[in-house]
């Protein structure tokens, strides 16, 4: 009953509540439900008592009237809440007030899935409130709630401890805020998590190894100030979906990227990393989008590639890739662009070059060594970087010692954007507002076109 009662409850809010992000998710080629990811495991619902909850009070006016327990206590989570939040513009949580907690704004009831006969807070959406404030602990009361955004606003401070409670929540994105310290342990003890959306923060650190233990389907954990190696167990994720840009982590992108069953899209852009690409990459039978721009990796394209069959589109630019772009890479059957600007590639296939004047494929490739081709570095600078080619068996995880090298700039934070409508021309990114101006709310709620911004596949054309 309790299955039947987990199955329906998150049926119910995907009728009545589907999020921007999913909707966004389910548009590409390889649709990231392949894992069937709306199940709840029953083990979720069999909740062990917890110190730290209970010894949060549970006391209201006796005045009030409640439908049942747990919409009492998300009363007094959304009352604790309210409290915490030092300016509501929009006046978002203006009619948070009152015992009929399902009539707030931004807060969506359903029927509690282990009971059907009680209705339980399921989702609470402040995405675009310009919200500033905290989160208090008594958000763990909250321990049947499935979905939590609050995209666009201004909370900062770490997250309680109190929030590993929340066993059920399988959508949390808290992206474009203040929240800050290292990452968000409470996010650990989520087991039934699929969406995490965290990018456009303050966190920094090292990532646990554990989340890549968990069945997390998408990361989205861009443009926050994470560093040092990237986790080694990271092929043991399920992820549909991986975007780390934007950071500080440093070393080798690890091996075992490969073994990511289900990888469809990945972006390491604007890191340190160095090395070689792992032959490894090949393997991965869904990928469609692959991104190391603005990185310092050497070595040429591993000859793996030519097995992406899905890939769209590579992104290389800005690294110390040599070597030749072979024709197998530019006849992948769904391949459409190809970056390769700012490297040191000597050679382009001729069935490539056939393709590009042919205009069925884009390939960006100035400030490269390629004889006969327009706006390429300085024969000095080619001459010293590739008499030396890289032996991927031995260069490790350092950056290559040439002389543009000690040139090149690590790249600074990126500026926060709202998102741009997949339909039109991504904008430059603006600086966010300081956290005591209000600004007026985007019209559009947050997509993947954020994440991986000008990434994205084209829209398929004809028949």
């Given amino acids: ?41 029953q083990t979720n619902l069999n909740r062990e008592p917890d110190p730290l909850l209970d010894s949060i009070k549970i006391e209201v006016d006796p005045n009030l009237k409640f439908e049942n327990p747990r919409l009492k ?83 900062f401070g770490i997250f309680p401890p109190t929030l590993s409670n929340l066993k059920l929540l399988f959508e949390l994105d808290v992206s474009n805020n203040h929240f800050s310290g290292l990452f968000p342990s409470p996010v650990l003890a989520m087991s039934s998590l699929k969406f995490l959306d965290i990018r456009y923060n303050e966190f920094e650190g090292q990532l646990p190894p554990q989340i890549f233990d968990m069945d997390i389907d998408a990361f989205i954990l861009n443009n926050n100030r994470f560093y040092n190696h990237l986790p080694k167990n990271i092929g043991n994720s399920p992820a549909t979906v991986l975007v780390l840009s934007n950071n500080k982590f440093s070393g080798c992108i690890p091996r075992n990227l490969g073994q990511m069953p289900y990888l469809e899209q990945v972006s390491f852009a604007n890191n340190r990393l160095t090395g070689c690409l792992p032959e490894e990459i090949g393997m991965l039978k869904y990928l469609t989008v692959f991104d190391v ?20 589109k590579i992104d290389l630019s800005c690294n110390q890739f040599s070597g030749k772009v072979d024709d197998s890479l530019c006849t992948l059957p769904r391949i459409w662009n190809i970056t390769i600007t700012d490297n040191y590639f000597n050679e382009i296939g001729a069935e490539c070059d056939k393709l590009i004047k042919d205009h069925k494929l884009v390939l960006l490739d100035k400030d490269n060594c390629l004889a006969n081709k327009l706006d390429q570095r300085p024969e000095k600078n080619c001459s010293l970087a590739l008499k030396n080619p890289v032996n991927c068996k031995t260069i490790g995880c350092q950056a290559r010692d040439h002389v543009d090298l000690k040139n090149r700039k690590f790249p600074g934070p990126t500026p926060k954007v709202q998102n741009p409508s997949p339909k039109t021309t991504p904008t430059p990114p603006s600086v966010r507002d300081p956290p005591h101006t209000p600004k007026p709310p985007p019209l559009q709620q947050p997509t993947m076109t954020t994440a991986f911004n000008d990434l994205i596949l084209p829209p398929k054309t004809g028949s």
């Fill in 73 to 155: 206590k998300a009363y007094v989570a959304l009352q604790e809440w309210k409290k915490a939040m030092i300016s509501d513009p929009y006046q978002m949580t203006k009619n948070w007030v009152g015992p009929d907690v399902c009539l707030y704004t931004g807060v969506v009831c359903a029927q509690a899935p282990d009971d059907e006969n009680i209705a339980t807070v399921a989702v609470i959406d402040l995405n675009f409130g310009d919200i500033a404030g905290y989160l208090v602990p008594h958000l763990g009361l909250l321990t049947d709630l499935a979905i939590l955004h609050l995209h666009s606003n201004r909370f």
């Fill in 1 to 41: 009953m309790q299955t039947l009662g987990s199955f329906f409850y998150i049926s119910l809010i995907s009728i009545f509540y589907i999020s921007p992000f999913s909707i966004a998710l389910i548009k590409y080629p390889v649709p990231v439900t392949r894992r069937g990811l709306t199940s709840l495991k």
């Fill in 293 to 312: 721009r603005k990185n310092n990796i050497s070595g040429p394209i591993p000859k793996s590639f030519e097995n992406l069959k899905t890939i769209g």
